[in-house]
């Protein structure tokens, strides 16, 4: 019988002992569990790329209207991503996969460090796609190549991958000066449609705002949510879970029998949790290892010292 709070419980103690017994482990993360690696969130103040609302070119539209400004921007987050390191949160949860043989995460994440950091594919999945998967823009064209790393993906996308000194802003973060002039035709074209002799733009391979999620993914994932055996914890790590459907496994885990254990800086993320669930005012890499240790002891983190 858990203990009686009038709020989430905060006892990292009482998390073990929880975690120690729980056989099904479902986890949500969100852009929390990347920032300690460097990655901008995007979200709420300083959500700005350059003069623009970030989340206003994560759309179809403004592709179409401005592809080369839409392609920059995520030309530059493709260079920030492969820059980046997984931090120890990354490792501590792919080491709880390899541990927990049935364990489920979804991340709206693109940025592909929870890969990197050696997370089972087969207990991920990517809600909002991969930023290093290109695919055509032409909805009848099914071109998709996953996992380009290229660093720029194009010379005509080279200003998005320059580096500079800490001390020094990026000409193309600067929003005082233009950005680059690039010409349709210089941007990544999709080859089996440019075959066919039709023009038709490579894409990033994220979901946008107003597009629908793979529904092969999504089939997965609530089959592993309705099976029999319930889940015992739900992890909702550096993410509001504000937004459909990620917003609706929080309720679809507490009908499964499940206690929330919300890991998150932001104490408005605590809000809708009772006194059966956790709350971990932490950033994720700080507090993860902490939770997870008396199942996965301390995980090696390359170029850390033990």
């Known amino acids: 019988m858990p203990r009686a709070y009038h709020r989430p419980c905060t006892d990292i103690a009482e998390f073990q002992r929880l975690l120690k017994h729980s056989d099904r482990v479902l986890a949500l993360c969100g852009a929390g ?11 709420g103040a300083g959500g700005l790329w350059r003069n623009h609302q970030a989340t206003s070119l994560a759309t179809p539209e403004a592709f179409k209207k401005d592809p080369a400004l839409v392609w920059l921007f995520y030309a530059w987050r493709r260079h920030m991503a492969l820059q980046a390191k997984p931090n120890a949160g990354h490792y501590a949860l792919a080491e709880l996969a390899k541990h927990n043989k049935d364990f489920m995460c979804l991340t709206q994440n693109v940025d592909g460090l929870s890969q990197r950091a050696g997370h089972s594919p087969d207990m991920l999945r990517m809600l909002h796609g991969n930023i290093f998967d290109v695919k055509c823009f032409d909805k009848e064209c099914d071109y998709i190549e996953p996992n380009n790393l290229s660093d720029p993906l194009c010379p005509a996308l080279a200003p998005a991958s320059e580096r500079y000194p800490a001390d020094q802003t990026m000409p193309l973060l600067d929003p005082t000066k233009p950005t680059p002039k690039i010409k349709r035709e210089d941007l990544p074209h999709c080859p089996t449609c440019k075959a066919a002799g039709k023009t038709s733009l490579l894409r990033p391979g994220i979901v946008w705002f107003g597009e629908a999620l793979d529904s092969d993914m999504l089939k997965e994932v609530d089959a592993w949510v309705a099976k029999p055996r319930g889940i015992d914890i739900m992890l909702v790590i550096g993410t509001a879970a504000a937004v459909y459907p990620a917003a609706g496994y929080t309720d679809a885990a507490r009908k499964k029998g499940a206690r929330i254990a919300v890991i998150n800086p932001d104490r408005s993320a605590q809000k ?3 006194s059966r669930d956790f709350y ?9 290892p902490k939770l997870f240790e008396g199942i996965i002891g301390k995980p090696e983190i390359p170029g850390q010292a033990a």
């Open 280 to 288: 971990f005012e932490a950033d994720a890499a700080e507090i993860l």
């Open 272 to 274: 809708g949790l009772t």
């Open 33 to 43: 569990l990347s920032a300690a690696s460097g990655l901008p969130t995007f979200r």
